[in-house]
């Protein structure tokens, strides 16, 4: 069963310190690497996605990819309380006739003022 | 508006009924999925669609029924609801790939009585 691990959290940061998500994944033929974001009751979106081992930078977020240690994370700098939320690590995964998402359970984050 | 939306937001049904849950998607993306997502299993596939007439079993499939004679329309039905499957239900869509990045609807909270 190809997996992808996230500590559940919660993980609590001070306003304006950096978030660190982590993530790791068990099919190292993995090409894809996403993260999203979860509002509680609101569906999941898109913020994050990288393919190439290293650092993805886009404003306040970093997304690292290090495919020999199967091992991805995300760094939120300058944590805003609006960036409280569940973070959700997804890796694409080939099983049966199609490619597919495999999601972590996810990553609760809290920003206390 | 263009995006993917999902109807109706918030059921309540009886065990033994049968009800569909519907997707609409205006983005012509190819591939469409549906997800359940419970606490402490994160998000799960239950079934997944490439095209038109394809629809292929995902993680979860057992008591669920899907259709795709349209490219934007991707209902999910269950056959004859039991308490297990009080859920939230995202439907997803994605272009070109199924491994691709995935946009999701608002969802719907399923409860079985």
């Known amino acids: 069963q190809k997996e992808v691990e996230q500590n559940s959290g919660p993980l609590s940061v001070p306003e304006g310190a950096i978030a660190s998500l982590n993530c790791t994944y068990s099919d190292r033929g993995s090409q894809s690497f996403f993260w999203y974001r979860q509002y509680s009751g609101k569906s999941p979106e898109l913020i994050m996605f990288?393919?190439?081992?290293g650092d993805k930078e886009d404003g306040r977020f970093t997304a690292q990819l290090n495919k020999a240690s199967q091992y991805v994370s995300l760094l939120i700098r300058d944590s805003q309380p609006s960036d409280s939320a569940t973070y959700l690590c997804a890796v694409n995964s080939y099983g049966g006739s199609q490619g597919n998402l495999i999601f972590g359970k996810g990553t609760k984050l809290s920003v206390k003022p | 508006d263009a995006g993917i939306t999902q109807s109706p937001r918030y059921k309540i049904t009886e065990t033994g009924r049968q009800v569909t849950l519907m997707c609409h998607q205006t983005?012509?993306?190819?591939?469409m999925f549906w997800y359940r997502q419970d606490l402490g299993h994160g998000l799960r596939l239950i079934y997944y669609s490439a095209a038109a007439d394809i629809t292929d079993k995902g993680e979860v499939p057992d008591g669920y029924v899907v259709s795709r004679s349209k490219t934007e329309n991707f209902p999910l039905t269950l056959e004859s609801a039991t308490r297990s499957q009080t859920s939230v239900y995202f439907c997803?869509?994605?272009?070109?790939?199924?491994?691709?990045?995935?946009?999701f609807g608002p969802g719907t909270r399923l409860t079985v009585l």
């Open positions: 983005w012509s993306h190819s591939y």
């Open positions: 990288i393919y190439s081992n």
């Open positions: 997803a869509s994605s272009d070109q790939r199924g491994d691709n990045e995935q946009f």
